[in-house]
């Protein structure tokens, strides 16, 4: 079984910045994809970024392309979603997430079977 941790969410303003990051034990973390989803209130929880198990291949919504970084230390057994450029309408409930049959980004919440809690992050004008 594999258990996955987030932390690092928060109160930032507009153009700020926050990283957050995804503990996982269990199941070895480097043998699968892993991606961060968010849900804001009253909305389907969405797809924001993806990286392959090597950490080589990333995949990004286009709303946060340019802004947002996501990255892995399979070492540590961790991922990373580096958020700059803030926006308000980033705010939202952020999900780390496990793909253990796939070894490339995939944008699909259905190919995820591993989820974190959740750590909020709020961005204030």
């Known amino acids: 079984q594999v258990q996955l941790v987030e932390s690092g969410g928060g109160l930032v303003q507009a153009g700020g910045s926050l990283r957050l990051s995804c503990a996982a034990s269990g199941r070895t973390f480097m043998t699968y994809a892993m991606a961060w989803f968010r849900q804001a209130p009253g909305k389907e929880r969405e797809f924001v970024a993806a990286i392959d198990r090597n950490g080589r291949e990333l995949y990004y919504v286009d709303s946060v392309k340019g802004r947002f970084t996501i990255s892995r230390d399979n070492a540590k057994n961790t991922g990373y979603l580096q958020m700059n450029s803030l926006k308000p309408e980033d705010t939202a409930v952020y999900y780390c997430?496990?793909?253990?049959?796939?070894?490339?980004?995939?944008?699909?919440?259905?190919?995820?079977?591993?989820w974190g809690q959740g750590t909020q992050v709020t961005v204030s004008t």
């Open positions: 997430a496990g793909a253990p049959l796939r070894l490339g980004p995939t944008y699909r919440i259905q190919d995820y079977d591993y």
